[in-house]
């Protein structure tokens, strides 16, 4: 008996680990690149897309948000302090991988899990996200594009949303300077689930993605949007 005990254990530690596995979410900044936004969508099955999926992140979602670009997608394995991905395009990376305070970190990038909201959430206060861009109209006009939106969210499951699009033309041309502005504006009703954000505006619902971003901020659609003080 205690022979047939020594040859099951000896059998089954002769059986190879299971691969570990990712199953969520994570979102990061890479200082190498001007501190620009890092998604990576892991499922516990050994796919990931390595962006920010617009559909939603429920595991039916992911063939969707492969769509638009196939090439971020793939599948992955994860050994020990390596993480190999292969893309749906025949790329392959390795990455250094490892856990680092309840997230990961890959290569010299650091990770977080995404949070989710409880169904029901109800958000109240206002957030505002700014964009700018200056482009050549000729050799001798330049043209800045500014265009602020602010967000407000009130606990009894309403909105409003405000965008100022700016539009400043410097000529070197005397007299032919433009500087104009329009404003719009939008009021509806929202429900959060998870990590989907369901406006409601004018008889239409938009899908998108939203999670809490760090200082009381909101990341929708992979854009941070500021915690108005």
Known sequence: MRKNLALIFLLLGSLPAAAATLNNLYFGL???????????WFLGDGRVLQGLPTTGIAPEDFENACKANPAVCGTYTLSGAKLAIKYRNGKAEEWAFQTLNGGIQLNYIILTPVQKYAAGTHLN?????????KFAASSSSAVTVTSPTF???KSDGTYGEKNITGLDTVSAVKGASVTSSQTSQATGTYNIKDNILMLVKNGKSERHMIFPAPGDNLNIDGRVYTKEK
């Open 125 to 133: 206060g206002s957030w505002s996200r700014p964009f700018s861009s």
């Open 30 to 40: 890479d200082n190498m690149r001007g501190f620009a936004e890092v998604y990576w």
């Open 151 to 153: 967000l407000t969210f």
